[in-house]
């Protein structure tokens, strides 16, 4: 259930050590009105990342679902 993943993924974190080890190109994204994860966060494991990079989507949320689709796909495409 959905509270047994949170908990496991709050125990067994990513620190900077894991992610400096990770060597393919990894691209972040963050939306600017997200109340889970901070902007600053995500930025900040994104530079630690060998091929790491993030961006910030205006006005759009934490979950996926209900994020604009084609705001999502001009920031990838951005990545590509």
Known sequence: DTQQ????IGQ???DETHLQKIQIPVYMCVGSTDTLVTQEETVRAS????HGNSSILENQPHILEKMDGGVVGESMKSFI
Do not use: E, P, R, S
Not at 5 to 8: P, R, T, Y
Not at 47 to 50: E, M, P
């Open 47 to 50: 530079k630690q990342i060998v």
């Open 5 to 8: 993943i949170l908990k496991h």
């Open 12 to 14: 067994n974190a990513l």
